[in-house]
């Protein structure tokens, strides 16, 4: 079945730090990618998302890159700040199908 | 816009009762999704509907939950006689079309004392 697969948390970083959160898929045919964010007592956000290989997202200084060829979407920031810290998701949607399909969630903590 | 609207935010039940999520879909939307977010987990699917039909509940408990999203109103989804194992976050999704994209909203905490 389809799947997604995330780099284990927390990560903690500093104010301007890179950031990179990896992100890997199983999925049959060429499904969308996703990334969501969830701030503290809130629900998803749509970060950015990519729908065909070699598609890039880009959304407030966040980008990824749909691979095919090695199956990932890692998500990444040049310099990162406080209000950044959030939980990101990974997810996938099959063509055909209206399911979305996460990953467990990266917590991402930036300290000034 | 006020965006999709969960209701309550948090609530808690006792062993046995039943409790009742309320989601309001963004405007326009006929699309509604239910999500469930278990401590340290991902969001799993449970349920999608449209107006007064379940297109696909696959990801749905076999006994005890139950959704509906009627004609006129918000879709609820119910779960009889709650136990521990369903304290989680309750996440509802709208969308207009698939390809529009999906609006989450906020939530609703369900905690079982």
């Known amino acids: 079945g389809n799947s997604v697969t995330q780099m284990e948390g927390p990560v903690t970083l500093s104010e301007e730090a890179f950031l990179t959160i990896n992100c890997t898929y199983t999925?049959?045919?060429?499904?969308?990618l996703f990334w969501y964010v969830q701030y503290p007592g809130e629900g998803l956000q749509l970060l950015l998302k990519?729908?065909?290989?070699?598609d890039k997202g880009s959304n407030k200084g966040f980008e990824a890159t749909y691979r095919k060829e090695t199956t990932s979407f890692h998500l990444e920031k040049g310099s990162v700040q406080v209000s950044d810290s959030a939980v990101y998701f990974c997810?996938?949607?099959?063509?055909?199908?209206?399911?979305?399909?996460f990953g467990k969630g990266t917590k991402l903590t930036v300290n000034p | 816009n006020a965006g999709v609207m969960q209701n309550p935010r948090h609530l808690v039940r006792r062993r046995g009762q039943e409790a009742r999520l309320r989601c309001s879909p963004m405007?326009?939307?006929?699309?509604v999704y239910w999500y469930r977010q278990l401590p340290e987990e991902g969001l799993k699917f449970m349920v999608y509907?449209?107006?007064?039909?379940?297109?696909?509940e696959s990801g749905m408990p076999k006994e005890r939950f139950s959704a509906e999203f009627p004609k006129e109103g918000p879709s609820i989804l119910r779960i009889q006689q709650v136990v521990r194992g369903d304290s989680a976050a309750y996440f509802c999704?709208?969308?207009?079309?698939?390809?529009?994209?999906?609006?989450f909203g906020s939530g609703t905490r369900l905690t079982v004392v």
């Open positions: 999704a709208s969308s207009q079309d698939r390809n529009y994209g999906y609006t």
């Open positions: 999925a049959t045919g060429y499904p969308s």
């Open positions: 990519a729908t065909k290989a070699d």
């Open positions: 997810a996938l949607l099959q063509g055909g199908s209206e399911k979305l399909v």
């Open positions: 405007k326009g939307h006929s699309h």
């Open positions: 509907l449209q107006k007064e039909n379940i297109i696909d």
